[in-house]
């Protein structure tokens, strides 16, 4: 990963800002050059006021596709935490249309197969099945998605978008070969919490292959002074 990758603000709202007007412009270039965009969104606590600040800017929702990185398997719910945040925090307010939102069927009684089909439809979306927009957050240890180091492959040849995983609980997740196939590709850290996963991740350490691999030379990883290590 190259410094020019990394872009650090004083404050964690001056990062989220920055994730926001980054990932509103990237969507205006798609829909500019083929007619629509696909956005890949994460869940957490990390996004939630990116979500907010790009839910009041302009941007065209009527030919953006919406579709999730990752969520937890909760068969009694509806749909799964991570969506039911985004719903409220940005599709919801930015009156985004039913048949834009693509949730993860996290209801299914086979997640194996449910995942299956979740790849089938990104495929419908874009000729690779990889979205042009993925916004993830970095994971206290350094995972991306639900791509957790000591539980998945990410050197995986078996050319699945999306696969499952488990931490206690089954999460449904898309592949790194999938979002890493994304031309924009955003990774927001904020808060001293993410200063040791921020300091992995620039030391290159084992862990943090799939988030490395992820940003890669042309992703964004975006932080504020606490997850920098600034504040220490």
Request: net charge negative.
């Amino acid at each position: 990963m190259t410094t020019s990758s990394i872009r650090c603000f004083t404050t964690a709202e001056a990062a989220s800002a920055n994730a926001a007007s980054t990932v509103a412009d990237a969507i205006g270039k798609a829909v500019s050059r083929r007619g629509e965009c696909v956005l890949a969104l994460t869940g957490g606590n990390t996004p939630v006021d990116t979500y907010r600040l790009l839910a009041a800017m302009d941007v065209p929702w009527g030919s953006v596709q919406v579709v999730q990185t990752d969520d937890r398997v909760l068969p009694h719910t509806e749909t799964g935490s991570n969506w039911g945040m985004i719903c409220r925090t940005l599709l919801d307010p930015a009156s985004v249309p039913e048949d834009r939102r693509h949730p993860m069927p996290v209801r299914a009684a086979d997640p194996g197969t449910a995942a299956a089909d979740y790849a089938k439809l990104l495929r419908t979306l874009t000729p690779d099945g990889s979205a042009d927009v993925v916004l993830l957050q970095l994971g206290p240890d350094g995972h991306l998605a639900s791509l957790f180091h000591d539980r998945y492959d990410p050197q995986d040849a078996s050319g699945a978008q999306v696969t499952t995983t488990a931490d206690g609980a089954v999460r449904m997740t898309q592949t790194l070969r999938s979002l890493s196939g994304a031309e924009t590709r955003v990774v927001l850290a904020t808060g001293g919490a993410k200063a040791e996963a921020v300091e992995k991740v620039r030391s290159g350490t084992a862990d943090t292959f799939a988030t490395r691999t992820f940003l890669g030379s042309d992703g964004l990883l975006l932080l504020d002074d606490d997850a920098a290590g600034q504040g220490r």
